[in-house]
């Protein structure tokens, strides 16, 4: 036994209306029209669980790897293919840290394994934490969190027209980063008081969960 610590979108942007009659600036290519429906809610977590969940008597190696799979599931709340492998193994010591791979939708997200510190050697209940070492930037949970802070649904009265660059499915990115790719509105106001679009870089954050729109004047 272990006990683990740790919308439908086109595929281009309307240009029409008042973004041709300001010269407001030219429309991102994926235009944001509502909720990603591939990403999975909070009440539906489970759809996240890969089963079959391995054998109580399986080796400790194979259930961290199974959690870790289901740990990259939990964070981008999108289905994909995943796998995860720790090439040296898990050192069952106190304290021991083990490094390993998570690969999903055909990229590699690098994890560290932290044995906890209160480990009895031969223990058969025992923590540990898994932390990943890169984030994970997919496309549609960016779409998503689009829509989210600047959609209707959002509460915001300056911001329309909602549109985004074509984002990988799926990529590695420092935490703390640009990402390197950028969102936009249209808003009345977006610069010197005219209207226009106004343009979001998008950052990497601290964690895996945490995404920056940052406004770019």
């Keep these: 036994m272990l006990a683990a610590g740790c919308n439908p979108f086109s595929s281009s942007a309307d240009s029409s209306g008042d973004a041709g009659d300001s010269g407001g600036g030219t429309p991102l290519p994926v235009s ?7 990403v999975v809610g909070r009440g539906d977590s489970d759809l996240l669980r890969i089963k079959p969940a391995p054998a109580a008597s399986a080796p400790v ?3 961290i790897e199974h959690a870790l799979r ?6 981008v709340r999108v289905l ?23 690969t999903y939708q055909g990229v590699d997200v690098p994890y560290e394994v932290k044995i906890s510190d209160r480990y009895t050697d031969g223990a058969m209940v025992f923590s540990y934490t898994k932390k990943p070492l890169k984030g994970l930037l997919v496309a549609k949970v960016i779409y998503n969190l689009m829509n ?4 209707a649904e959002s509460g915001r ?13 799926a990529k590695v990115i420092d935490f703390g980063s ?23 870089k998008i950052t990497m954050g601290k964690t895996s969960t945490s995404f920056g729109f940052d406004e770019v004047r």
């Excluded at 289901?70 to 964070?75: A, G, I, P, R, W």
């Excluded at 994909?80 to 998570?102: F, L, Q, R």
């Excluded at 989210?148 to 959609?151: A, D, I, N, S, W």
């Excluded at 300056?158 to 985004?164: E, G, M, P, Q, R």
């Design 178 to 200: 640009d990402t390197g790719y950028t969102c936009q509105y249209w808003s009345k106001y977006a610069k010197d008081g005219k209207p226009g679009y106004v343009t979001l």
């Design 32 to 38: 944001i029209t509502g909720p990603q429906t591939d």
């Design 80 to 102: 994909g293919t995943t796998s995860a492998t720790c090439a040296g193994g898990i050192t069952m010591k106190a304290g021991a840290v083990s490094e390993c791979v998570v």
């Design 148 to 151: 989210e802070r600047y959609g």
């Design 70 to 75: 289901e740990d990259v599931l939990s964070t």
């Design 61 to 63: 190696r194979e259930k």
């Design 157 to 169: 009265t300056d911001a329309s027209k909602l549109a985004c660059d074509e984002l990988p499915a």
